[in-house]
């Protein structure tokens, strides 16, 4: 093992190398941390690294001292995964479906095939599938090394011991048991027992147990704090068992506990591509010609980009219009047509026309290099980042796109041309892998994973996830290499026992120094219950400690005295207002005041979120039009009577075409959804013609007609969607009906359907024969229609239906809004007003109670 | 009493394989760690057991019952039977542990207690690309959004033409052209895609197809024809002929005999059906003419009569009724040309798309559980033709247990099946499998409860003999309880005609005590009675035994109403997991609401949401006037004018929340989304008015959980839309905190299984509950006698109902039926001494209650209806009455005074160092700069010099692999390694070089790195070159490979300058604090042999 005392690593001129690039990171802010803990502004700091950095360094020094070793050049990490991606897409016997995500199994394989010094299978002599396939894979690999002239870090390794260490080389530092290739890398380790790598025993940690993991966390970082606050010297460590899984637990608990990000440091950083300027970064480069709406949705309303303030309402309505169009994917000519002349989206409109003009530009393949400047450009003409340059994102964030592409474009050593499309794949990839910069947090207190801890020899310590399978669970072998070869060698997770050795060691040495030892572990998470690890004896007499309810410092507010307000009335309307959304508002009344004077009176509505294909309110639009213009062609039931079933085929597929005529079908798949639409619309129309046919002359002296109506005061805008004129002159009203629809929909009080008995009512006395809906069903035509018979009283009907459309235009002319649904939740299911209506604060959740108490029968 | 201590013992021999029925409370779970233990002493390595549970939660569960019993096997031997039995056991494991050094209890990770799930990931990380999972993916717990955008880019494929545009227009068309409805079917198809891929692997083949529907047709006509006593047989017939004769029905005129089991046969059964079965497929107790019996009159042979003594014989056999109803309706050709075109396509699509999921999943790098599973048979490959299995697993399985065998699926039989080939008997390998087939619950789950009774018929799974074990103590009901149940089950069985071949009686060893159930009666259901009455149940027995676990157990969430509430307004403390789901609760909606106003300007709903909530509180009159403003609420907001036009309290009110929300979008730039709603919440007071609220506290902790969420979600690559903010918070549930003390435990009793409680109260028995979805295709599958399969599909039918698709969902239907009555055996079972029933029989309209078909209290009926006559007495059934909506109660708000002003700044980072910004036409000159500028730093450390031309020489090999390596174009490098050849000669032939680089130099040394702090941040930084001159001043020089083309050098070097100032002075401010010496600062241009100085002015 190597361990160095941590005095000793604040050596001036002294080297560290650790097991990686989070323990330098983390090591090299300890180191500073204390320093200016002792009160330094200033001092020579030693150079920390990660053991791939360290051999990187000797292979350049070698390479500047001229030695035939030095011939080959290095790859980066990003050029080897890229080797690698290259190698699995070539082997044809493999077949992968996606190299990239194979390729970081298989360069961990040769990476540890290396490091613990394996033998390799040969194509011919590999026990398995598995292993077959990797040594096809190992042996492409080592020949495109060969080819580039180049070499990686592990392969490196292995030449351990040949050259001479530079000037200032590191001492391994932090290491319980390295491979056998590091080891001899790093050279002499200091000895077991005794010095610096003192043991100390299990004992010493005071054991805990938590409810869950969130709990743990918390109570880990509230002991922190005040020691971290106390004594400027103190390194506290809270080290967990899989931080990578913690994560989200661990940065909400740090947030909660101590009140921000930046006070404490943690071991594992965002990822760029999750920043905001970095969204709009990859928005921006997927502006194409042809662009799927929530992608465009999300770049054009992103603050980062160029008039994203000033036009900023004017971008945001634009896309709903945009959304409203249902269309999935959007063709640029059709954004630029919306936009038009419109002076307040002016700079989207320029900055769009200059990304299409990037792109039509750009060629269908060029180095890395060139894409990146392509790319760059994209980024200028969109004004990213959005703010001025002096502002500290502005710099941030520059710098952190500069250093990606200084490590992209070194792929061009290692790639063939790619296109946009690759290119851009690669950047995305590069951003997911490339973290924020950490900020100096306040506080020497570090959350890191239970291995990098070692490096920073705590003073204060405390181990968290200390569940069963704490420190032995994490490490597997490589399926691509021969068990055996593997548990001989002791690769981690290969065999027990040395799991079980290395992890006796690392909690021994952390608790060999250090003022304070604790360790904890979570009882449970959900429902699952996990035990304590028997590597620390503590826990298993420690009583879990009772839920404590966790609220972050910042949501430190008294609370609120809260005042009731009857707020169930708007304000009454004007006599003669006119309403928005004519008829529809009275079924929406029926069915729960709230919601009418939501939808109808605050445009309370959703931005709607376009699907592929037409959506069903188009499909119902579509097949009014259609039946609109059938009927405008025939004119009377005698032209139908006229024509045999050929002849209404024809007439159908002549209205559907004309009906058909807004739909614009501008992409291969609007192309065919279409043409798929009209053939349904065609059979759909014929079907009902053919149904139409059967029955008693009338003819049609409405269709889409609009007109205004007063009644109750109020003045309702009406569609009606067709009148027909009865032999006896009379007229009977058809309201089109695509999905489900009864009779019953027209029973008072509060009608489902209040639509056609209103035109009933509001039509001069006498002239009207009754209501009906027109079902439009391809399979089962219907007529459903009142009067039922000659014998129903109508006059009785009508006077119920005064009676009840009375009730509700008065309830609407003085502005009733409470929440009652007619129906209770089944009312609610499919209402989007929820948000608004707070009827859940009132009532409770309404479950299934109120629709007869039953689920379904 | 039944003893079944000997079936126990056996069930321990380690060289034999079992198949154990395990009923409800018998100790299974002891027994299979009593097992585990026995096998542990013979094994080479612990890793060669592994044993299956169905959840997480049960492995840790048995692993630490193995640990407790080796850290007891050290105590003295215990005096109880079974306790002695596994300390025994243990002691024989602990010294198996010493003597092969597995150190199990200081690595409990070694015992092999799985998931099927985890065995699966595991033997796919073993096998990863023989699995065809070669990138290793994480496993996605919620995989709706892979499912979606694989049935999305399947549908796409329209426009690729050729056979798979047909197939997919054809789908089109078949539904509609509704793409979202089949977009959806067609994901939903994909979660349980593991039952189908096989059937669709081939393609349809009709003949094929047809046949299978023939073979399941005739097999079941042959039980409807055996099931039809003999004497009722003849009458049949008779009838049937007489029928025949009045109809002039060729089917039937003449007939001599029941109709065959044939096919071509169904035609004649379905004639005879017509008079025995109503349309709606109940029996037809009355006959008229149209079925061919004339009026009595003319009606000599009493057939009417006859008739009727058929139809009541029939009816008395189980199950007949409904068998011939299921047939009614089918043809004998299951597919015209339509249906056909279409089963064809949905083959065509649901391939494509289960193969766009399998590409969806590579590239994201995830993969859901039916992935895994299918994955790991890949892996193990057929049972004929394993894979190399034996040479790529870490151990190999030398025993199997599995437990809850009865959930297993099709694919996970199908993996053991795989795992066991080739195991030969008395090679010591062994299987044990341990279930209770009562206890099957998990169809929707693809449990597929069949396979235990196949595997008890068989005796055999796959090439493993399995001998049967029966236990039948139940050790946790009282007898009293225990005997009713052995009562109820099989009646409920009977109820809806089911064998209760499943069923196996018990033996209680508690003592009976009384009454084991209670019943709760109601004629209608009435949510707020059944709330109320439950509240007060409960209320009595804490009371009356404090010490008493309750649960309150619903046959689905929506059947608990307001019990929750109620319970809570009472003060139970509770303990209700999955109940509640998070838009439910006020506070979460608000925030969520808010989150979709951030997202998006003109989302007016969000927008009045936000304005309507209780940290601002506008009434309606002022969100109209504001929604009455042209362009975006945001922008309204925003108008000085308009908020003049709103009462002076709604303005005020108004304008805090707008001035917040003005904030909160700038901070978008900057920060995570999640972390701007979170600050803007509490910016609002959202933390004060919660509390303020009713929630209180727990609601906050709701919102913290949303917040997590909320991080995820934002994360994720998937856009963040309205949609999916609601979709997301409307499906989940909020996790609630434990009370203190004894809690109520209120769940579904799916989730009831597997714990046991004092009491248990059912509510609700009275209701029905939601019908299934349906899927996009139906399909049954059954082998025959030979082992031979029959498939029928059947796609969803463009009209509301299909023949075919009828009768196979009718055949699912029978067993949701049965598992329906195992669901209620589960609730019961799970009462360690009392049971209250609750439910409703509505009146009929002969007067009398009787129970909804399909509701528990139907199923229980038989033992319950006499005592619900009893116990409503005469009282008169109250007319059904719709329940009444209670009066919302008043919007609740909070004066602005009371919460925070304003939304603080953000945390900005401070700038990192300016970077210098690629010039990308200029990207080769960068890389010789970076060359030349570290091959400059390597001539300032050395200490031994060659002459500058050797020197030079030798690097050029070096400039010439760095800059391949940074990815310069091959042609270039030779080019550009002479230009840094020639930077180098320029540089080091001056005399500034010769001067900077000076050997004699005092204190000289190249990249110093030196550690400096300020007050908010520590810093490395690394000076290129520095030294002490002979007049004892510090020189601090940088060195910058920038180029200049054009005039004005001079003007470019004031102006880079300038811009490095403020770092080469930080570094002078960093030595200074080390050494007092004067200080002069120097940039130095190698590639245009520039240089700038200025002395360092001390941070003045």
């Given at each position: 093992m190597?361990?160095l ?7 001036p ?5 650790v ?43 070698e390479?500047?001292a ?19 991606q290259?190698?699995?897409?070539a082997d ?11 390729a ?6 040769w ?38 002239g180049?070499?990686?870090a ?7 011991g040949?050259?001479?260490?530079p ?17 001899a890398?790093l050279?002499?380790?200091?000895p ?11 004992h ?6 938590y ?17 971290a606050?106390a ?11 899989d ?5 989200p ?7 909660d ?17 999750d920043?905001p300027?970095f ?9 194409a ?9 999300a770049?054009l309303?992103?603050?980062?980009l160029?008039g ?5 309402a004017?971008?945001?309505l ?10 999935y ?5 059709e ?9 307040a989206l002016a ?10 003009e ?15 400047g ?5 980024l ?12 500290a ?8 796109w500069t ?25 995305r ?45 994490a490490?597997?072998p490589?399926?691509y290499l021969?068990?055996a070869?593997q ?5 981690p997770?290969?065999?027990p026992?040395?799991d ?6 690392l ?16 009882a449970?998470?959900g429902?699952?219950?996990?035990t ?7 826990l ?17 507010q ?11 009335h ?8 006119e ?25 309370a ?19 009014h ?12 039931a ?12 024809a007439?159908?597929a ?7 005529r ?7 798949l ?13 059979e ?6 053919d ?12 269709r889409e007609?609009?007109e ?6 109020l ?27 009864r009779v ?8 489902r ?12 006395q006498?002239?009207?024969?009754g ?8 399979d ?16 009785a009907?009508?006077a119920?239906?005064?009676a009840d ?12 809004a409470?929440p009652?649904?007619?129906?209770g939740a ?17 009532s ?7 629709s ?6 | ?9 056996r ?14 409370g ?8 009593q097992?585990v ?15 299956i549970?169905?959840t ?10 193995i640990?407790?019993?080796?850290v007891?096997?050290?105590?003295p ?14 002691r024989?494991?602990?010294a198996?542990d ?14 092999r207690?799985?998931?099927i799930?985890?065995?699966?990931q ?21 995989p709706?959004?892979?499912y ?7 549908l ?12 997919v227009?054809?789908?089109?068309r ?31 083949d009709r003949?094929?197809?047809e ?14 024809r ?10 049949l ?22 109709p065959?089991a ?13 008079f ?43 199950g007949?009724?409904?068998n ?30 289960a ?5 969806t ?11 895994f ?6 892996a193990?490959?057929?049972p004929?033709?394993?894979?190399d ?22 694919t ?17 390998r ?15 789950r ?16 796959g ?5 049967p ?15 009713w ?11 809806i ?32 009675a059944?709330?109320?009455a ?12 404090p ?24 003060g ?6 999955e109940i ?10 608000d ?13 007016r ?10 940290w ?25 004018t308009?908020l003049?036009a ?30 701007v ?18 929630g209180?506290a ?12 909320l991080?995820?979600?934002?994360g994720a690559e998937a856009e963040l839309t309205?949609?999916?903010?609601g ?9 609630p ?49 030979h082992?031979?399969p ?7 039918p ?31 079972t799970?009462?360690?001494?009392q049971?209250?029933?609750?439910g409703?029989a ?11 078909k ?7 009926w038989?033992?319950?209806?006499d005592t619900f ?7 008169a059934?109250?007319?059904p ?8 109660a008043?919007?609740l708000?909070a ?7 304003r ?9 990192a ?11 080769d ?9 570290r ?20 690097a ?24 840094v ?36 941040e ?5 000076i290129?070159?520095?030294?002490v ?25 004031d ?10 002075e930080r570094y ?16 130095y ?5 520039g ?8 941070g003045?």
């Open positions: 190597y361990l005392p941590f005095a000793e690593l604040s050596r001129g002294a080297g560290v190398v097991p990686g690039a989070a323990s330098a990171r983390a090591l090299a802010l300890a180191l500073g941390l204390a320093e200016r803990a002792a009160g330094r502004v200033s001092w020579l700091a030693p150079a920390v690294t990660g053991w791939p950095s360290a051999v990187a360094a000797q292979h350049e020094y390479l500047l001229g030695r035939p070793a030095g011939d080959a050049f290095l790859l980066s990490a990003e050029q080897e995964l890229a080797l690698w290259q190698v699995l897409a044809e016997a493999s077949a992968l479906r996606a190299p990239a995500q194979a970081p199994a298989a360069a961990a394989a990476r540890l095939a290396r490091l613990w010094r394996i033998t390799e299978p040969t194509p011919g002599g590999a026990p398995t599938t598995d292993t077959a396939a990797y040594a096809r894979w190992a042996a492409a690999y080592r020949a495109r090394l060969t080819a580039l180049a070499t990686d592990a392969t490196l390794l292995l030449r351990q040949q050259e001479e260490a000037p200032g080389a590191g001492r391994g530092h932090g290491f319980v048991d390295p491979a056998p290739a590091l080891a890398w050279g002499e380790a200091v077991a027992a005794g010095g610096a790598a003192q043991r100390g025993d299990a010493r940690y005071r054991g805990h147990a409810t869950d993991r969130a709990q743990e966390v918390a109570a880990a970082l509230a002991w922190a704090a005040p020691i606050a004594d400027p010297q103190a390194r506290v460590v809270i080290a967990l068992g931080l990578r899984q913690a994560e637990v661990v940065r909400r608990a740090v947030r506990v101590l009140g921000d990000d930046h006070a404490c440091y943690l071991g594992r950083a965002r990822a760029l591509a920043e300027p969204r709009a970064l990859l928005g921006t480069l997927e502006i010609p042809l662009v799927r709406w929530d992608r465009f949705s770049w309303r992103h603050g980062a160029a994203a303030t000033s036009e900023r004017a971008r945001a634009l896309d709903a219009r945009l959304r409203g169009r249902d269309r994917e959007l063709p640029m000519a954004i630029l047509a919306s936009i038009g002349d419109d002076a700079e989207l409109r320029a900055l769009l026309e200059a990304l299409l990037l792109h039509a530009r750009a060629p269908r393949r060029q180095p890395m290099v060139g894409w990146l392509h790319f760059d450009a994209c200028n003409a969109a004004g990213w980042p959005g703010v001025a340059a002096t502002d994102l502005a710099t941030n964030a520059r710098r952190a250093e990606v592409c200084d490590r992209l474009y070194r792929l061009d050593a290692v790639l063939p041309a790619p296109t946009r499309a690759e290119a851009l794949q690669r950047l990839q590069s951003l997911a892998e490339s973290t924020v910069a950490t900020p100096t947090p306040r506080q020497a207190i570090f959350v890191v994973a239970a291995e990098d801890a070692l490096a920073l020899a705590p003073t204060h310590l405390w181990l968290a996830g200390c569940e069963s399978g704490f420190l032995v669970d490490a597997r490589s399926p021969p068990i070869p548990r001989a060698a002791g690769v997770g290969a065999d026992g040395r079980l050795w290395r992890a006796r060691c909690v021994e040495l952390l608790a060999g120094s250090g003022r304070e030892h604790h360790a904890s572990y979570a449970g998470e429902d699952e219950r996990f304590p690890s028997p590597l620390l004896p503590g298993a007499r420690a009583a879990v400690t009772p839920r404590a309810t966790l609220l972050p410092r910042a949501w430190g008294a609370p609120a005295a809260l005042a009731a307000c009857d707020d169930g708007g304000p009454a309307l004007a006599r003669g207002h309403m928005r959304g004519g008829t529809a508002v009275l079924a929406a009344q029926s069915a729960c005041p709230f919601r009418a004077f939501a939808r109808h009176r605050l445009a509505g959703e931005v709607e979120e376009p699907h592929p294909g037409l959506s069903a309110r188009t499909r119902g639009t579509l097949v039009r259609c039946l609109a213009e059938a009927w405008g062609l025939l004119g009377d005698a032209a139908l009577a006229a024509l045999d079933a050929a002849g209404r085929h007439l159908a002549r209205a559907v075409r004309q009906g058909l807004p739909l614009r079908h501008q992409t291969a609007e192309r065919e959804i279409h043409a798929i639409e009209e053939a349904r619309l065609v759909l129309v014929g079907r009902w013609l149904f139409e046919a059967t029955r008693e002359p009338f003819s049609v002296v409405a007609q609009g205004l109506v007063d009644y109750g005061g003045r309702f805008g009406v569609r009606i969607d067709r009148v027909d004129r009865l032999a006896d002159g009379r007229l009977v009203v058809v309201d089109y009906k695509t999905g489900a629809c019953a929909d027209w029973e008072p009080p509060r009608m359907e209040p639509q056609l008995p209103f035109y009933a009512l509001v039509a001069p006498g002239t009207i024969a209501i009906a809906f027109a079902a439009v069903d391809a089962e035509p219907r007529w459903l229609q009142a009067p039922a018979s000659a014998d129903e009283d109508w006059a009907r009508v119920a239906w005064r459309l009375d009730q509700l235009a008065g309830e609407i002319a003085h502005g009733l409470t009652t649904p007619r129906d089944a009312t609610c299911r499919l209402c989007e007003q929820a948000p608004l209506c707070r009827l859940a604060e009132r409770g959740p309404l479950g299934d109670e109120g007869g108490g039953e689920d379904h029968d | 009493m039944i003893d079944d201590a000997a079936a126990r013992t069930a321990l021999e380690p060289g034999i394989s079992f198949a154990v029925r395990a009923p409800a018998s100790g299974k779970t002891s027994l299979l760690t097992r233990l026995r096998l542990l002493a013979s094994v080479e390595q612990p890793e060669q057991i592994v044993a549970t169905f997480r939660k049960a492995a840790e569960e048995m692993r630490l019952r640990v407790e019993a080796l007891a096997a050290t105590a031997e215990p005096a109880d039977d079974y306790q002695r039995t596994t300390w025994s056991l243990a024989a494991v602990v198996r010493a003597e092969r050094g597995w150190q199990l209890m200081a690595q409990p990770a070694r015992l207690i799985m998931t799930d985890a065995l699966c595991s033997l796919v990380r073993q096998m990863p690309l023989t699995a065809g999972l070669p990138g290793l993916p994480a496993v996605e717990d919620d709706g959004l892979l979606g955008e694989a049935a999305r880019e399947a796409a494929s329209i426009t690729h033409g050729g056979r798979l545009r047909d197939a227009a054809c789908l089109l078949h539904l509609d052209n509704d793409w979202s409805h089949l977009e959806t079917l067609l994901a939903e198809m994909l979660a349980r895609r593991d039952q189908w891929l096989r059937l669709t692997t081939a393609g349809a003949a094929q197809l046949d299978g529907f023939r073979r399941l047709v005739e097999r079941e006509l042959a039980q409807l055996q099931a039809i006593p003999a004497d009722s047989g003849a009458a017939v008779a009838l049937g002929a007489f029928v025949g004769g009045q109809l002039d029905e060729p089917l039937l005129r003449g007939l001599a005999a029941l065959p044939r096919l071509e046969a169904l035609p004649a059964w379905q004639a005879l059906g017509r025995l079965l109503t349309r709606s497929g109940e029996w037809r107790r009355k006959v008229t003419r149209a079925e061919g019996f004339p009026p009595k009159a003319d009606d000599p042979q009493g057939m009417k009569q006859v008739h009727a003594d058929v139809v009541t014989e029939l009816a008395a056999v189980p007949l009724g409904r011939l109803a299921r047939l009614m309706g089918l043809a004998t050709g299951p597919y015209d040309e339509t249906d056909w075109a279409v089963v064809l396509a949905l083959f065509d699509v649901l391939q494509v798309a193969a766009h999921l399998v590409v999943a590579d590239v994201a790098g995830r993969a859901d559980f039916t992935a599973s299918i994955a790991a048979l890949a193990l490959g057929e004929e033709r394993p894979t299995l034996a040479l790529a697993l870490d151990y190999q399985i030398r025993h199997l247990l599995i437990d809850e065998f009865q959930d297993t699926s099709v996970q039989f199908e993996l053991v099946r795989r795992l066991t080939a080739g195991w030969q008997p008395g090679d010591g062994t299987l044990f499998v341990v279930g209770d087939p009562m206890q099957s619950i998990y169809r929707f693809q449990a597929e409860v069949s396979l235990f009774q196949r595997v008890l018929d068989d005796r055999a799974i090439e493993v003999a399995l001998e074990l029966a236990l039948a103590v139940n050790f946790r009901a009282q007898a009293g309880l225990v005997d149940i052995n009562q109820a089950t099989p009646a409920a069985l009977a109820r005609a089911a064998e209760p071949a499943h069923f196996v009686p018990q033996v209680a060893v508690r003592a009976a005590l009384e009454p084991a159930w209670m019943l709760h009666p109601a004629v209608q259901h009435d949510g707020a059944e709330a109320a439950v509240v007060e149940l409960v209320a009595r027995l804490r009371a009356a035994e010490a008493a676990s309750i649960a309150v157990l619903v046959r689905s969430r929506g059947h608990l109403g307001s019990i929750v509430m109620a319970l809570q307004a009472a139970v403390p509770l303990a209700a997991r509640r789901r998070f838009l439910e609760v006020p506070a979460v909606a925030l969520v609401a808010l989150a979709r106003a951030l997202l998006h300007d003109a989302d709903l969000a927008w009045l949401a936000v304005l309507r909530a209780p601002c509180g506008l009434e309606l009159a002022a969100l109209e006037t504001l929604a009455a403003a042209s362009g975006t609420l945001a922008a309204a907001l925003a108008e000085p308009l003049q709103l009462e002076p309290a709604a303005a005020r009110r108004a304008a805090r929340v707008a001035a917040i929300l003005v904030a909160a979008r700038e901070r978008l730039l900057r920060e995570p989304f999640a972390d709603v979170e600050a803007t919440w509490v910016a609002l007071g959202g933390p004060a008015v919660v509390l303020g609220g009713p209180g727990a609601e906050l902790e709701h919102a913290r959980a949303v917040f997590a969420e991080a995820r979600l934002a309205a949609a999916r903010l979709a997301h918070f409307a499906e989940r549930f909020v996790v905190a434990q009370p203190d003390g004894q809690a109520v435990q209120v769940m579904t009793m799916h989730r009831a299984k597997g714990l046991e409680f004092d009491h248990v109260v059912l509510p609700s028995l009275g209701r029905t509950p939601r019908a299934e979805d349906k899927p996009l295709l139906a399909w049954r599958e059954e082998l025959d006698r082992g031979r029959a498939l029928a599909v059947a796609p969803l463009r009209q509301r109902s299909g023949p075919l698709y009828d009768y196979l969902r009718a055949s699912a239907a029978a067993e949701v039926r049965e598992e329906g009555v195992r669901l209620l055996y589960v609730a019961l799970r009462a360690r001494r049971v209250h029933l609750f409703h509505p009146v009929g309209t002969d007067g009398a209650p009787a129970p909804r399909g509701s528990f209290l139907d199923l229980l038989p033992l319950l209806g006559h009893a116990m409503l007495g005469a009282a059934p109250a007319p009455v719709r329940a009444a909506l209670a009066a919302p008043p919007l708000r004066d602005p005074d009371d919460l925070p002003a939304l603080p700044g953000p945390l900005v980072p401070a700038a160092e300016a970077a210098v910004e690629f010039d990308w036409a200029g990207i000159a960068r890389h010789v700069g970076t060359v030349t500028h091959l400059l730093q390597d001539w300032g450390q050395r200490r031994e010099r060659p002459p500058p031309g050797t020197w030079i020489e030798g050029r090999r070096f400039a010439e692999v760095q800059l391949r390596a940074l990815g310069m174009a091959p042609a270039r490098v030779a080019g550009a390694v002479e230009e050849a020639a930077a180098l000669a320029v540089a080091l032939a001056g005399d500034r070089a010769t001067w900077l680089f000076d050997p004699t130099h005092a204190e000289a040394a190249a990249e110093l790195a030196l550690g400096w702090t300020s007050a908010d520590v810093r490395r930084l690394v290129d070159r520095t030294f001159d002979a007049d004892g001043t510090r020189w601090i020089v940088d060195f910058k490979t920038g180029t200049h083309a054009g005039g004005d050098l001079a003007g470019w070097l102006a880079e300058q300038a811009r490095y100032r403020p770092q080469l002078a401010a960093a030595l200074a604090a080390l050494e007092p010496r004067p200080i002069r600062l120097g940039l241009f190698p590639l245009v042999d240089w700038r100085e200025w002395g360092y002015a001390g003045a």
